[in-house]
């Protein structure tokens, strides 16, 4: 075969894989655009959704009995009570502002060579 035709075949085939990878990846898996999506759609299903809630809340009944038990009114009260303290500043990420300090070292000594 000649060395031409090979290189040809070979590019054609290359092309025809890649269209068909871009048909079948590509343009088959397009997502629609934000203005294709129409908002009443989607608001119309999520306040049919919260209805649907709201009607499963109506019809759940609570036995209040727990509260007459007594195992709950043997329930002992375990709070401790939290004393208020001073706060801290106002700001607490805000650099600390640097407090003067006085140095007690003495001034360094000029050292001559005579």
Do not use: C
Not at 74 to 86: G, P, T
């Amino acid at each position: 075969m000649n060395h031409n035709l090979k290189t040809i075949l070979i590019l054609v085939a290359i092309l025809a894989i890649a269209g068909l990878g871009y048909k079948f990846l590509i343009v088959n898996n397009r997502i629609p655009s934000i203005a294709a999506v129409s908002t009443t759609d989607v608001t119309d299903q999520t306040a049919r959704e919260v209805v649907t809630m709201l009607e499963k809340l109506r019809t759940l009944k609570l036995d209040k009995s727990i509260f007459t038990n007594e195992m709950f009114l043997s329930l002992e009260d375990f709070n401790v009570q939290v004393i208020d303290e001073e706060r801290g500043r106002q700001n607490p990420f805000m650099p600390f502002e640097p407090e003067p300090t006085i140095s007690k070292s003495k001034p360094p000594s000029v050292l001559r060579r005579e």
